[in-house]
């Protein structure tokens, strides 16, 4: 027996399909939400490591569909600074100002997130959950689409909505085409404690070929996030803990005294892409599928929360009222809307990578002038923050 169609069918249970899935529920559209994972996964994700800084607006975003992180679980962020190579001079990106605000942002983990947003899933009772399947076709039908799965199983929806990450297999599957850049470079990620006070500053390190990050976290510890070529990070990884925490002192320039290490060390290749078109037929990208920005821009899952927020908007065209969920003319606005959105983000971050990461004197001379003028005109100053009061 054929069932009938769904309004939506979002593939990717990640932080932003399972966000989308909790707004368009409150909206009584009905969701199915596939994953590959297991739904044990989904439901106990391990600590992969990232910390994840979330802006007040996207704080505000996640707790008015239901997904509630424990304040216990958020470490306040009051100030995001970046330096040039061995320079002591600094520039603020964005500082905690303006009446009632003391932090810009919040560090939550990664998987507390992901566990409160599946609790939160789990909880509506509109959302059907596909765990432990992969998408192997979408076709088109009377409506909508239909996504065929690897079970040989099919779910036919009006709209279908790709959140399946940066190397989304979806979008591949619906023809849309998207820039792709593997850095060849590796993504370092290990909780540290340490000896004197972070002071609630994050701080991002730019050195030729080497990026370094560290976010503040509770107490006296901290996430560092360390952007290196594969030889340096084979090399770090190779060592004992001991040694590793060594070596991270002398790397952060003893910046908050000695550290230790309090948590694994996780490795991820650098890869950054955004899709040409955020649309096709019945069929729209979010989140990472959507853009999937170079860590340093701290802003990957706010940009894709703000994906969320834009597709809802376009959808009920701000009247709370779905009727022909995944029309083109809906999904034409989406697109418009959050392209114009992300394209200032993806090339600031893309630039600001190349300029950082060129080991050249006449870029280090580049870099050198581009901070002294940064720290009178503040473009990217401008840009972070009018982006952190906007989103
Ligand atoms: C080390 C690191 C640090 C980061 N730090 C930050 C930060 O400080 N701030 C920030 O905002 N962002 C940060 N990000 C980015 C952030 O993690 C992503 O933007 C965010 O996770 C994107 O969420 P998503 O739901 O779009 O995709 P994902 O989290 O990638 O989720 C995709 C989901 O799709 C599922 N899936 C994949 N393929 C298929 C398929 N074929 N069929 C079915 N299901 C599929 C996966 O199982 C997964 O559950 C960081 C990323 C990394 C790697």
Redesign the pocket.
């Known amino acids: 027996m054929s069932q009938p169609i769904k309004d939506v069918a979002i ?7 399972m966000s989308l899935a909790m707004e368009l529920a409150a909206l009584d559209v009905s969701v199915t939400l ?4 297991p739904c044990t996964a ?1 439901a106990s994700p391990d600590d992969d ?5 979330l802006t007040h607006a996207s704080r505000k975003q996640l707790t008015a569909v239901g997904i509630d992180i424990p304040a216990g679980q958020m470490a306040p962020i009051r100030e995001a600074r970046l330096y040039n190579g061995a320079s002591s001079r600094g520039m603020t990106l964005a500082s905690a100002r303006g009446e009632g605000e003391d932090s810009i942002g919040q560090l939550v983990a ?1 998987h507390v997130i992901r566990r409160a947003a599946f609790e939160a899933v789990q909880g509506s009772g509109r959302i059907e959950l596909v765990t432990g ?3 192997s076709a979408l076709g088109t039908c009377s409506g909508g689409r239909s996504v065929l799965l690897d079970d040989q199983s099919q779910i036919t929806a009006r709209l279908v909505v790709a ?4 190397l ?3 979008r591949r599957l619906a023809g849309l085409s998207a820039q792709v850049h593997d850095t060849g470079q590796r ?1 370092l ?1 290990r909780r540290m404690a340490h000896t004197r006070p972070h002071r609630e500053v994050t701080w991002s390190w730019f050195n030729g070929e080497r990026g370094l990050a560290l ?1 503040p976290l509770a107490g006296d510890t901290a996430s560092l ?1 360390m952007t290196l070529p594969p030889h340096q990070a084979e090399r770090l990884k190779a060592l004992s803990a001991e040694a590793f925490a060594t070596e991270a002192t002398r790397l952060y320039r003893n910046s908050v005294g000695e550290m230790r290490c309090s948590g694994a060390l ?1 490795d ?1 290749p650098l890869v950054v892409s955004r899709a040409d078109h955020l649309v096709a037929d019945r069929v729209a990208l ?4 959507a853009v ?1 920005l170079h ?1 340093v821009t ?5 940009v ?1 929360l703000a994906s969320v927020r834009r597709l809802v908007e376009a959808l009920t065209h701000h009247d709370q009222a779905v009727r022909d969920v995944g029309a083109p003319a809906q999904l034409a606005i989406y697109a418009r809307h959050h392209q114009r959105a992300i394209l200032p983000l993806w090339h600031a971050s893309r630039a600001l990578v190349t300029l950082y990461g060129d080991t050249r004197p006449p870029a280090r001379l580049v870099r050198h002038l581009a901070l002294g003028a940064a720290r009178r005109a503040a473009p990217l100053q401008w840009l972070m923050e009018s982006y952190l009061a906007r989103h």
């Open positions: 593939v990717g249970a990640g932080p932003v399909g596939i994953d590959a994972a989904l490591g990232r910390e994840i800084a990664n399947r992969r998408v959140a399946d990450g940066r989304s297999a979806t993504l990620v976010l996030v996780h991820y979010v989140g990472d599928a999937g860590p701290a802003h990957g899952f706010n894709g």
